[in-house]
Nanobody
Framework: QVQLVESGGGLVQAGGSLRLSCAASGRTFSTYTMGWFRQAPGKEREFVAAIRWRGGSEYADSVKGRFTISRDNAKNTVYLQMSSLKPEDTAVYYC?????????????????WGQGTQVTVSA
């Protein structure tokens, strides 16, 4: 079992930055692929970024060059550094964990989810 708790969301002006954190329980954190997804009102949950246990990462085209995913296995924590934020980045951001290393952009790949943290970007 893996429990995930996100933090770091909030209100920021366009062009600003935020860093989201996701703290995970469990001794096998280092073996999981960790992902970030987001869901805006009235929209489906969408992939943002993922990092595999060895560190390889993937990003949605909409956030490439602006967001960076990283992990600290010693702290059982994954981060999402978000810069140059835009109003369209406004959403609830979810952390997720998967034992698989493939299909990391698909929500169904992930078996564990956090409760989400709200990010609001004002124009």
């Amino acid at each position: 079992q893996v429990q995930l708790v996100e933090s770091g969301g909030g209100l920021v002006q366009a062009g600003g930055s935020l860093r989201l954190s996701c703290a995970a329980s469990g001794r096998t954190f280092s073996t999981y692929t960790m992902g970030w997804f987001r869901q805006a009102p009235g929209k489906e949950r969408e992939f943002v970024a993922a990092i595999r246990w060895r560190g390889g990462s993937e990003y949605a085209d909409s956030v490439k060059g602006r967001f960076t995913i990283s992990r600290d296995n010693a702290k059982n924590t994954v981060y999402l550094q978000m810069s140059s934020l835009k109003p369209e980045d406004t959403a609830v951001y979810y952390c997720a964990a998967s034992g698989a290393g493939a299909f990391v952009t698909l929500p169904n790949t992930y078996g564990y989810w956090g409760q989400g943290t709200q990010v609001t970007v004002s124009a």
